[in-house]
């Protein structure tokens, strides 16, 4: 064959190179499950002399099918890394000194198992733990309920939680890793927010395939980083208006009448009556009939029937009149009246989002041109929930991605269930080329679990009645005392944050510091680097972490114990560090009681190994956690004899603890044969079987299960017989969210629990059963003119939280952040390329150096999160860039609101679900004229002083 130059010469093809390509690099492989970052790909380590030298993808692997990014393949610097902390640790200096002794396990198990014991035999509650971005949160959790602890949750809070709780209250599902587009059948993508290291891998392979078919891919963020990089159109929003954009999205497609009613009918709520009767106790409810059953009007018979009811052919529009006369509207025609105001035309939002009105529009068009005109068609037949066979698939080939650029503002929760109803309009969740999700999802809409940790759940010496973190769906449910008063230090479930599903992280050292709602005795955290980029307003979380009470001379927070395999910021404020190993030193489980890597055609769970020994003296902190358990005689850890129930550690818990009668951590190989899948007896060999299998399970539905698996009923008996779904329960997507409703009510004084009176007017505005756009709160909190542009975050795609900026490899990209904004906008302010300024908001200033670029949303700044690093942390070099020029936008971001009238502080989080608002910062931008170069603030290096010991296993 001849090949051509672009220039059109013909040249002869190029010889097959005679060199081997594929040399070994070493003298054993192992696969294992990558861990630098969420995507949990498999990988193929392979080692010389037992030492690691390199890792590749592993090409079986569901997740990564060999792909291997720029994090995966620089782990083995991370598990070299000079910042490795190498023993147990007791703090001997002031906190924030550094100063430390070396101990051994066995002191450092005792010391911990002290403090502890003595709190969970008074007062459980006085005890917060709290775990970062660590992926065995279903071990951590148990932990928490058998210690009988409220305060207990991960880092959802601080992370995309308005996300999750919008997908689960609207269809029992949500974005990132619980769901994907249809890769194979999607004509157009459509991104809101994605962030590329979290979304790595998987999305990159996906969008490949949609590439090469020629699907549009439309990527709507404030900034055109990576994805948008190959995106072919870019929808630069103004940051927190995305609920605007999607808002006038959907009224053009109802304006056109270019939407899926009878997806509507069938599978959501939109018939659903709602009844109207100001003034009473159920109004904004769902009309129910005598069994409770949600009540449609027949258009055929105009009798009032159940929601379930096959081939319903209900009113969508108009009065309806209940049986006790009262009037009634369908959730449809509401919706409609909603979307169609003139405030959510294109015209009224352009100005506002930065989008013109006619981009809007041709956006609309084209999603309605290829769900409709082009729709998805297979040749599957399946059976639906009332037992109707259907000889095909039909599906809308529009789909969406979301991630946290839409979540983390105060408005987050509610945009995010608009983007689901424009989803449900077009037809596009679970269809043939939509957004899918993936096995165990979808759940209950939302799941059943409830959170406890009511008055009379939190007892001495006694586990508490299940887990901390579910779904309220009433403010029965909430977590507050008679007087309304937060059962919880992070205030999650209060009239503060009553859909909080990830619980508040993000405040729980300035609650615990100040003793709002009480005070607490041992703050023991996982992974969390609180005092620096997990935390907003730095300054002040260092300021609570040292705090003392002046009478008794003892630290606010009078004891922390911290678990991290590095020297991160939030090491010196710890009293006594646990050391954790790397991820190649350790068994790990990543299951479907927690995140899992499914995939939508499929459940997937995986391991992690010991692929070397730790040559220091750290230990697994699932291993030390489950030690821990059994020294303080938790019920799940201890047997009735009093000797530990999983002797063999992390390894022996994930092979034979189970959750309920069957169901274990993994899923794969189950049975005393291992050839039981989802539920069966512990099975000895499990583990095994994993690592002969690449360290993973995937278990292929078959094809007529994975499609509309909300309403597929072989797909449904079978995840109902596995336990993903509680019941053989219509799941009916949910447009109008009723539980929103019953917290306004309760509001406006109905029910057993109503909310205090410094609460009522922010639950009435911001719980809308319909989804509804408002202004971020600091918007509205500070003068447009003194701050006048918008300031965000993007990750970069080859580091990943604060890991990969330690990483020697990594830290060879990019050692030093910049502060990104648009060329037009930079003349205006007379700031040149390379410049350095001061970037000030409400809450202070830092210094920065620009970098001038066009694609990002001129009214907005940003810069990478967490590249910049305190001084003397992560064993860095003080003259490190990380820390003389690398910045950190957090601590510009105020964790609280401006005092109300009462004196009362709200959280500077979503109101709904308690997502931390990061993403609303306002700041203002000037030269900093006459300055030497450098960033600002700088705070003390920091030091790592360790008394060396004679440490024991
Ligand atoms: S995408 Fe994430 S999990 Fe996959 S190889 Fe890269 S860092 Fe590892």
Redesign the pocket.
Known sequence: MQKTTIAGEARAPLAEPDIPLSLPVGDEVKTTT????????G?RVHLKDGRVRYIE?NRDHP??RG???????A?IMQHNAPSRLRAPLLRVGPRGSGEFKEIGWEEALGIATGWLGRIRATDPKKLAFFTGRDQSQSLTGWWAIQFGTPNFAAHGGFCSVSMAAAGLYTFGGSFWEFGEPDWDHTKYLVMFGVAEDHA??PIKIGLGRLKARGAKIVVVNPVRTGYGAIADEWVGVRPGTDGLLVGALIHELLSRQKIDLDYLVRYTNAAALVIDSPGSADHGLLARGEAGEVLVKDRRTGALIGIDTPDLAPVLQGEVRLADGRIARPVFELMVRRFLAPENAPDAVAARTGIPAEQIRRIASEMASAAFDHPVVLDQPWTDWHGKRHDKMVGRPVAFHAMRGISAHANGFQTCRMLHILQMLLGAIETPGSFRVKPPYPKSIPPRVKPRGKVGDVKPGTPLPGPQLGFVTTPDDLLVDDDGIPLRIDKAYSWDAPIAAHGLMHMVIANAAKGDPYPIDTLFMYMANMSWNSSMNVPAVIGQLTEKDETTGEYKIPRIIYSDAYFSEMVPYADLILPDTTYLERWDCISLLDRPISDADGPADAIRHPIVEPDRNVRGFQDVLIDLGWRLGLPGFTQADGSRKFPGGYPDYITNHERGPGVGPLAGWRGKDGEAYGKGEPNPNQLERYIANGGFNHHELAHEQRYMKFANRAYMEWAHSKGFLESMDRLVMQIYCEPLQRFRLAADGHGNVVPPETHRERIRAYFDPLPVWYEPFEERMVDPHQFPMHAITQRPMHM?HSWGSQNAWLRQITAANRLYMARAKARELNIADDDWVWITSHQGRVKAQVKLMDGVNPETAWTWNAIGKRAGAWALDRRAPEATRGFLLNHLIGELLPEREGGYRFSNSDPVTGQAAWYDLRVRIEKAEGEPPGSSPRFEPLHLSVERAEASR
């Open positions: 990558c861990y630098m970052c969420a995507c949990r790909c990988i993808g997740v990564n792909v291997i990014c720029g994090k995966g393949a782990g790595s891998n990943y």
